[in-house]
């Protein structure tokens, strides 16, 4: 789940960014759409421990006061139940704290934006027919996935994909595809085309999302405070209990 804040100076968009859609934990500050400072933890669920704290220390540290600030963008997923449910529930308090307003963007389209815009670092060829196919890990061989132009237009929408050797072989066939994020290992390991283009090491971070939210910003593309809800994708599914006072007793 990412986060953006945007300053009320109009000389100045300043953002937060907040991610929890994943097992990482990462906030950012930009302006303008470009990072400032950032603090991440990538050791697990922490989101509701640091995540405020990482707010507060980059707000005070970068001397930004929340009467500053001109909105917030939240990821709208998929991805954690529960770290969505933290990121948006964050994101709305600030906005009615602030009386500003809510940004929703899909942490898949950033990871292909941020891949995109650094194309040359990652080696892909230089083929306008580029797909990027970024991967969020789900359960077992699942990912939550979409493809993305070159031009970071979605081409297929989101979906939960269960990943085969035949998967995105009508894509393979034809145009080079990119695939990246935390579930494109478990593509690795199944899809050989020569056309697959594996980037190791993309996670879903707030680092990412700067451009995206900024332009959103700039042209006023906002959700509904009071009624948005995370895209889960999939229904939420809790898991049994190991505690003995939740068992039943015989």
Do not use: W
């Not at 529930?89 to 990871?111: E, H, N, R, V």
């Not at 935390?182 to 451009?211: L, Q, W």
């Amino acid at each position: 789940m990412i986060i953006y804040i945007f300053a009320k100076n109009k000389k100045m968009s300043y953002i937060i960014n907040i991610e929890s859609s994943t097992e990482i934990c990462s906030v950012s500050l930009s302006e303008k759409g470009k990072i400032v400072d950032f603090k991440e933890n990538k050791e697990g669920r922490n989101h509701a421990r640091l995540m405020a704290v990482y707010i507060q220390n980059l707000m005070t540290k970068n001397n930004i006061d929340y009467k500053l600030l001109d909105g917030v963008a939240v990821s709208k997923g998929p991805g954690s139940y529960t770290g969505l449910r933290i990121g948006v529930s964050i994101a709305k308090g600030l906005c009615y704290a602030q009386d500003i307003p809510l940004i929703a963007i899909s942490p898949l389209q950033a990871m292909s934006d941020y891949v995109r815009l650094n194309k040359s670092k990652f080696n892909l060829p230089d083929n306008n027919k580029l797909i990027y196919a970024p991967m969020i890990d789900a359960r077992r061989m699942e990912v939550y996935t979409a493809s993305y132009d070159i031009n970071n237009k979605e081409i297929k929408p989101v979906c939960a994909k269960v990943l085969d050797k035949d998967s995105f072989k009508e894509e393979l066939e034809k145009y080079p595809v990119a695939f990246f994020g935390n579930g494109s290992e478990k593509a690795k390991k199944v899809i050989t085309n020569p056309n697959a283009f594996f980037i190791p090491d993309i996670i879903c971070s707030s680092r990412f999302m700067n451009n995206l939210s900024y332009q959103s910003f700039i042209a006023k593309q906002f959700v509904d405070v009071a009624y948005f809800e995370p895209f889960y994708l999939k229904n939420f599914i809790a898991g049994i209990s190991k505690k003995n006072i939740l068992r039943p007793q015989v």
